[in-house]
């Protein structure tokens, strides 16, 4: 009955929205009150005018206007009246889904200054949820790079130090949530692939215009996330031409090699027309060390130390571009964005003799968005955005990856082609060289992996929304669609070489049995699956021809309606939306897990009879926020909703050999095609307080109810009916969660040339598993193969976080000679995180199997850190051009933060194990050179944070020409 009901509702639901339509477009709104100065009477028909926009207003009969609209961003704003001085007020910033009040007094006395710098402000007064907003003023000054790390200085998150590296997306916790809860949208274009829920795409500082970040809570028109969403928009190009440029290098102060170019165009499309403007930007990155250790890697044994990790390059490119035009009332925006990060997989094993042989892997992002928008009428208005976006990656072996792409994994494990090319003797074909050397712990030269990997996932999406102002209601309806096209693959290609030579090339593929969807067997070509050859080759290697269905790509379908309603009166803002989501995710799902293919069409084998395609999810989601501006500078909100999420499709997604291990041996591993949606619940309320003229505090006070989060669990099957009873390991909708604490930020603007910023939070973040396989080992190891169904502590259960931005800076014409010096410091800090103590732990061992756990899980605390990172700047103005050189320093006092310690001894340098009888033991049959290199392994930089990072900069800024 409830599958009926879930089918007529999506079919319902696709009736009505059939259009392809699912960018999550966010816009602001401007209104406010224009009167006399001297009579505080409402000026009726005063002028409202957003600079360089074309868009504006008029004042109504009680002096009251509104424009609707906005893109996100900051503003001049300029009004005027007959026989009143004009007034321009700056740094008006307009931010997604929240409206901007601006009350402006006209007088009648023109010798008053017209131009006005408006203060931004502390908070936004009428959110009804916690928005944290990073303007590019912001940006330009803090000691930061990268989205991720903007949004981790936020309170309410927590973010492993190093994490990302000098190049990548740091991994960031939002309020106790996992790492792949948060939605990154860029210029309306939602970031996240769906293989893995994350976003690998990158956005240069200098493009960037504003990051709106809202923590836990948001409005109906967001989905697929449930902890936090990043909406960032891009700069737009403006009426006169300006260019910029920025030049980082760490070349002469350290060994790390850190390089950062970048540049930006912006200007009037055509001279002279302001209606069509352009912004572009490019960057280019590249990096001797992308990952720079806090400690020295120590090698004793061979008599060599590195104060950087070795072969471990990046290098990254970076480019945007937005096109924005006006044609009386209508507005169109041409926005692109690619990005393309290439870097080395570390494995610490291997840097002792075979740093050359990490394996690489580069990252390409790319996504472009067609925004149309009509102003119908000064109260209504429609968007539509029309977007494109793919994402693509690939692992492979550095040394095969500039020939043919079949000959390249061909050669992974051809004896003859290592021996003469690389000097490297392996111990056969289709074998590697022996796993370590002469001492028994790292990896000897010439030892790789001989994986092969390919991912990729295309998305067209698009976003339609209606928004009109009736009365106080702010009523907006949208709708949204994406359709996907997802391929993976997966080879141990060095295996390749041991085929006999009289195969064919698929043959030799499909006999390895590659984990494969969308490409052929090769892994070099797409494929929709239609090759009849395809049939013969699944029969030849004793599978059933109908597993060709597995072959194909998957191409899930999202899509979304939602209805938002925000009411604003003096002193009440309700904000009420309704939101509907739609799961296609096309995935193949066993029909009795208990006897998994025992009741198909071949009853010693699997074939497409044992599965059916996952049932559509149709769920509905209310979002409530409530305002109470108590007076202009003490508001109170309230926020509860309901949030969705698809599971991660790398967990969902299988091959036409993934499944075979059930006939063989017990699974240890798998996918399950019949994951269900997770859920959170959140609940929030925040007081907000102006405290004089240049200060205020924010509190927020949340509660997390997470449940159906994926990990491992045990399942039994039989493989013939009424056979024994066997156990597989597989994800399920098995974990659960709650989140609670408190964030607190008090910030302090123009008290003399300074300002500062103080966040912190304090959360408890406790659950039954902290990622999709935390359950594994436990699962593998207990009696009863199952996981502690406990309530303990997340691997991410931060408690204390915080986070001080000091930032001082005097204006140009002010202090002389030091005018426009800006020195900017951050001060973070926190506590450690949990880990569950053990007796003992070998890093060469088992200890799933060997080690056991002496306290409750996730009872015992690493240590805490603390960091300061400055960064001091100085510009020197020469006409409309600008000369800033700088200095930016990361950990500027040295410090050596632990990021994480060895479970068995609670220290990030040591396990304990060579002082155990099997250490001893293990010292006493490979002599003195084993302790030395085991030593060597335990000094893991991935257990500590960065060094210090010490950056020379210069910014030329070309202001109008």
Do not use: C
């Not at 892997?361 to 539509?384: A, G, M």
């Not at 109170?636 to 036409?656: C, K, S, W």
């Amino acid at each position: 009955m409830k599958s009926s009901i879930t089918k007529l509702a999506a079919g319902i639901f696709l009736l009505l929205f059939t259009i392809p339509l699912l960018a999550q477009t966010g816009v602001g709104k401007l209104n406010g009150k224009v009167i006399d100065a001297d009579t505080k009477e409402p000026l009726i028909g005063a002028n409202v005018l957003i600079l360089n926009t074309g868009m504006g207003a008029a004042t109504d009969l009680d002096g009251n206007y509104f424009i609707l609209n906005i893109t996100p961003g900051t503003y001049a704003v300029k009004v005027s009246y007959v026989g009143y001085a004009p007034k321009t007020i700056n740094n008006v910033r307009i931010v997604a889904g929240v409206t901007y009040e601006l009350n402006v007094e006209l007088s009648t006395d023109f010798s008053l200054p017209e131009i006005v710098v408006e203060d931004k402000k502390f908070f936004e007064p009428n959110a009804t949820n916690t928005v944290k907003v990073i303007d590019a003023d912001q940006i330009s000054r803090l000691p930061v790079r990268g989205v991720s790390n903007f949004v981790a200085l936020q309170s309410g998150v927590v973010v492993q130090e190093g994490s990302g590296g000098a190049d990548g997306n740091a991994t960031i916790n939002v309020r106790g949530g996992r790492g792949s809860e948060i939605l990154y949208i860029v210029d309306g274009i939602p970031q996240n692939n769906l293989y893995n829920r994350t976003s690998v795409a990158q956005v240069s500082n200098i493009a960037i215009d504003q990051i709106s970040f809202q923590v836990g809570g948001y409005e109906a028109k967001y989905g697929e996330a449930q902890s936090g969403i990043v909406n960032v928009t891009t700069k737009s190009g403006q009426p006169y031409y300006s260019a910029y440029v920025d030049i980082l290098s760490s070349s002469y102060t350290d060994d790390y090699g850190y390089n950062l170019y970048s540049g930006s165009l912006s200007g009037p499309l055509i001279p002279g027309i302001p209606e069509h403007t352009v912004f572009l930007s490019l960057e280019r990155g590249w990096f001797k060390d992308a990952n720079p250790p806090a400690i020295k890697l120590e090698f004793p044994s061979i008599n060599k130390t590195y104060d950087f990790i070795p072969n471990n390059p990046a290098n990254v490119w970076r480019a945007s571009g937005k096109i924005n035009s006006r044609f009386g009332g209508w507005r169109m925006i041409l926005s692109g964005l690619w990005n393309k990060r290439t870097a080395k997989s570390f494995d610490l094993r291997k840097i002792k003799n075979d740093a050359a042989f990490q394996d690489e892997f580069y990252q390409e992002n790319t996504s472009t968005s067609l925004r149309i928008s009509q102003t119908v009428s000064n109260s209504t208005f429609w968007n539509l955005t029309l977007g494109y976006r793919l994402f693509d990656f690939e692992r492979y072996n550095p040394f095969f990856n500039d020939g043919e792409h079949i000959d390249n994994l061909l050669a992974y494990g051809d004896s003859t082609i290592w021996a003469s090319k690389l000097g490297v003797n392996l111990l056969g074909d289709g074998r590697r060289t022996d796993n370590l050397d002469e001492n028994g712990v790292f990896r000897p030269y010439g030892y790789s992996t001989g994986i092969y990997q390919r991912r990729e996932d295309d998305a067209i999406t698009a976003d339609l929304d209606f928004t009109s102002q009736i009365d106080k209601h702010l009523l907006e309806f949208g709708a949204g669609f994406s359709s996907h096209t997802v391929r993976g693959y997966g080879i141990f290609a060095y295996r390749l070489a041991a085929a006999q030579s009289s195969l064919s090339i698929d043959e030799k593929f499909i006999n390895e049995a590659p984990f494969v969807f969308g490409y052929d067997y090769t892994g070099k070509n797409k494929t929709n699956g239609d090759e009849p050859r395809t049939n013969q080759l699944l029969k030849d290697v004793g599978s059933d021809p109908s597993m060709n269905e597995f072959i194909r790509p998957r191409k899930p379908v999202i899509a979304y309606t939602y209805l938002q309603d925000r009411f604003e009166l003096e002193d009440l803002v309700l904000n009420v939306g309704l939101r509907l989501d739609y799961f296609d995710i096309k995935s193949f799902e066993l029909k009795d897990p208990s006897l998994p293919y025992a009741g198909g069409l071949d009853p010693t084998k699997f074939d497409i009879q044992d599965f059916k395609i996952k049932d559509v999810e149709v769920e509905i989601s209310p979002r409530i926020g409530i305002g109470f501006p108590v007076t202009s500078s003490t508001v109170f909100h309230a926020q509860y909703g309901r949030f969705i999420q698809m599971p991660e499709l790398n967990d969902m997604y299988a091959g036409p050999f993934s499944y075979d291990r059930f006939i063989s041996y017990e699974p240890q591993f798998g996918r399950n095609g019949g994951l269900r949606r997770e859920e959170t619940t959140q609940y929030e309320i925040g007081f907000r307080q102006l405290m004089g003229d240049n200060s205020a505090l924010n509190i927020t006070l949340f509660y997390k109810n997470i449940k159906g989060l994926v990990n491992d669990q045990n399942h039994k099957f039989r493989r013939t009916p009424g056979g024994e009873v066997l156990n597989a390991i597989y994800s399920e909708n098995a974990d659960f969660g709650t989140t609670k604490g408190f964030a607190f930020s008090f910030d302090v603007t123009r008290l003399s040339y300074f300002s500062l910023s103080l966040q912190y939070t304090y959360s408890l973040a406790e659950g039954t598993g902290s990622s999709t396989s935390s359950s594994q080992t436990a699962v593998f190891r207990n009696n009863n193969n199952q996981p502690p169904k406990v309530i303990a502590p997340l691997s991410f259960d931060q408690r204390h976080t915080g986070v001080l931005v000091v930032d001082f800076y005097i204006p140009e014409g002010k202090a002389g000679i030091w005018e426009m010096l800006n020195i900017n410091a951050l001060f973070s800090f926190n506590s450690g995180r949990p880990y569950t103590p053990t007796d003992n732990w070998n890093l060469l061992g088992d200890n799933g199997l060997s080690a056991n756990n002496t306290g409750y899980v996730n009872s015992a605390y690493g240590p805490g850190s603390f960091r300061i990172d400055i960064k001091a700047e100085k510009s020197f103005p020469v006409g409309n051009f600008y000369i800033v050189p700088y200095v930016w320093i990361e950990n500027l006092l040295g410090s050596i933060n632990v990021t994480r310690v060895y479970r068995s001894t609670g220290d990030p340098y040591t396990t304990g194990y060579l002082n155990t009888p099997g250490g001893r033991s293990a010292v006493a049959n490979n002599g003195e050179g084993f302790a030395q290199d085991y030593r060597s392994l335990e000094r893991n930089p991935s257990n500590f944070g960065i060094p210090r990072l010490i950056k020379l900069g210069v910014k030329l800024n070309f202001a109008r020409f």
